[in-house]
């Protein structure tokens, strides 16, 4: 049955989620549930998402992409700090990190509007991401 609901109903059952995990931040949890392999939370900051992650070198080289794109490309989302600094939480062996939620909605492809758009958006973070070095 779950893996009806959920795809990566794997993927979801290694979290470890515990409420402790949020301490390091300033916000308080209303409510989570789960999206395919990630975690919505709604605090009273916002939606997040919740994504755990293989090693913190991931989350440290991901951080480092997104502000190099967001110099020239602010349609990316940003990875949330705890009170420590950290973009990510070292919690019972895993390794967790929070993005705001993207706003808007699910885009329409069958819609021109919207693939215009799209396209568009697409052309500008290939620009901002072009010639990255990690």
């Known amino acids: 049955m779950i893996s009806e609901k959920y795809n990566n109903a794997k993927s979801l059952v290694s979290f470890d989620l515990n409420i402790k995990i949020f301490e390091n931040y300033d916000f308080t949890v209303d409510?989570?549930?789960?999206?395919?392999?990630?975690?919505?939370?709604h605090t009273d900051k916002g939606e997040m998402i919740l994504k755990k992650m293989e090693t913190v070198?991931?989350?440290?080289?991901?951080?480092?992409?997104?502000?190099?794109?967001?110099?020239?490309?602010?349609?990316?989302n940003n990875?949330?700090?705890?009170?420590?600094?950290?973009?990510?939480?070292?919690?019972?062996?895993?390794?967790?990190?929070l993005f705001?939620?993207?706003s808007g909605r699910v885009s329409n492809f069958n819609e021109p509007s919207?693939?215009?758009?799209?396209?568009?958006?697409?052309?500008?973070?290939?620009?901002?991401?072009?010639?990255?070095?990690?």
């Not at 070198?57 to 990316?76: L, M, N, P, Q, Y």
């Not at 919207?114 to 990690?134: G, R, T």
């Open 79 to 97: 990875l949330i700090k705890g009170r420590d600094g950290e973009t990510f939480i070292n919690w019972s062996g895993g390794i967790y990190c």
């Open 57 to 76: 070198e991931k989350v440290r080289s991901i951080s480092k992409r997104i502000a190099r794109i967001k110099k020239s490309f602010d349609g990316i």
């Open 114 to 134: 919207d693939l215009i758009s799209v396209s568009k958006a697409l052309a500008m973070f290939h620009m901002a991401s072009s010639n990255y070095q990690s």
């Open 100 to 102: 705001n939620m993207p």
């Open 31 to 41: 409510d989570v549930y789960p999206v395919d392999d990630y975690f919505v939370i």
